[in-house]
């Protein structure tokens, strides 16, 4: 099973700017579609960006304009640029991969946007 690693995390005010990094233990083009999820204390985890294959994205309405999701095939690494930051981004955000319906996930890293 693919190892997902998730890194670039912290702690940003209000406005700012963070870069997540996924790194997979193998080829990312071998699944069909990889994403990011968050999960805020006490709330179920959602979608925040999907990339698939085909390199189409799709973005949670939360996030559409101040996210960018994007791939590196090359480095087996899946990116989540986000700009414009609020206090309600703050969660634990989840790297994910799907093939043929088949979820592997990262163990997480924590976001935490200060007003």
């Known amino acids: 099973q693919v190892q997902l690693v998730e890194t670039g995390g912290g702690l940003v005010q209000a406005g700012g700017s963070l870069r997540l990094s996924c790194a997979a233990s193998?080829?990312?083009?071998?699944?069909?579609?990889m994403g990011w999820y968050r999960q805020a204390p006490g709330k179920q985890r959602d979608l925040v960006a999907r990339?698939?294959?085909?390199?189409?994205?799709m973005y949670a309405d939360s996030v559409r304009g101040r996210f960018t999701i994007s791939r590196d095939n090359a480095k087996n690494t899946v990116y989540l640029q986000m700009n414009s930051l609020k206090p309600e981004d703050t969660a634990v955000y989840y790297c994910n991969a799907n093939s043929l319906g088949v979820d592997s996930w990262g163990r997480g890293t924590q976001v935490t946007v200060s007003s």
């Open positions: 193998g080829s990312i083009l071998s699944f069909s579609a």
């Open positions: 990339i698939f294959r085909s390199t189409n994205t």
